[in-house]
């Protein structure tokens, strides 16, 4: 099965900075990538499929990249909003198996 | 405005059975792929099963191929996980998700995110 990855584990960054999350596929998933945000307490929301493809409603500041097994999510300028744990998941196979999560606070 | 709601979340014993609902409204049902995501407290997100648009596919995860049972009833709006043998490490929030548009691959196999969330039902196994 392929595993997912996620780096770093957690971070701070303060208010305005640019924020990059990784995620790696053990294998090749194509663009088959999606994101997700959950803050705290909160339910899971989409924000990016096919791996750059921005679901409806959601800002600007945030982008997706990458295919194969390399993505990046990236906030372009870090708003007080934004702290919440980011998941990538895969979704080619059958196997719909997500990463273990980065943990994203204010410094 | 798509609405999705799970009930039958419970305390059951180890060993024991549970069936969780999930009611679908303010979208076709019939054509959206249908999935259960579960979260053990303070962990992350573990994909449990997802069912195709007819019902006629199903994924498990190697954690509860063999236990669980994903089905849905399209004339009831609803998605079903039918939980058995149950253990303690199945205690966690039981979300269900709605799928994005399918993707399909070769060999039939297919694949969406999932864009619509439940506020989950908790399922405690404890003696």
């Known amino acids: 099965d392929i595993q997912m990855t996620q780096s770093p584990s957690s971070l701070s960054a303060s208010v305005g900075d640019r924020v990059t999350i990784t995620c790696r596929a053990s294998q090749g998933v194509g663009n088959y990538l999606a994101w997700y945000q959950q803050k705290p307490g909160k339910v899971p929301k989409l924000l990016i499929y096919?791996?750059?493809t921005l679901q409806s409603g959601v800002p600007s500041r945030f982008s997706g990249s990458g295919s194969g097994t390399d993505f990046t999510l990236t906030i372009s300028s870090l708003q007080p909003e934004d702290v919440a744990t980011y998941y990538c998941q895969k979704y080619n196979s059958g196997l719909f198996t997500f990463g273990p999560g980065t943990k994203v606070d204010i410094k | 405005e798509v609405q999705l709601l799970e009930s039958g979340g419970d305390l059951v014993q180890p060993g024991g059975s549970l069936r969780l609902s999930c009611a679908a409204s303010?979208?076709?049902?019939?054509?959206?792929?249908m999935s259960w995501v579960r979260q053990a407290p303070g962990k992350g997100l573990e994909w449990v099963s997802s069912?195709?648009?007819?019902?006629?596919?199903?994924y498990y995860a190697d954690s509860v191929k063999g236990r669980f049972t994903i089905s849905r009833d399209s004339s009831k709006n609803t998605l079903y996980l039918q939980m058995n043998s149950l253990r303690a490490e199945d205690t966690a929030l039981y979300y269900c998700a709605k799928g994005a548009r399918i993707t399909m691959f070769r060999g039939g196999v297919w694949g969406s995110s999932f864009d619509y969330w439940g506020p989950g039902t908790l399922v405690t196994v404890s003696s």
């Open positions: 069912v195709s648009d007819s019902g006629s596919s199903t």
């Open positions: 303010g979208f076709t049902f019939s054509t959206y792929a």
């Open positions: 096919s791996a750059s």
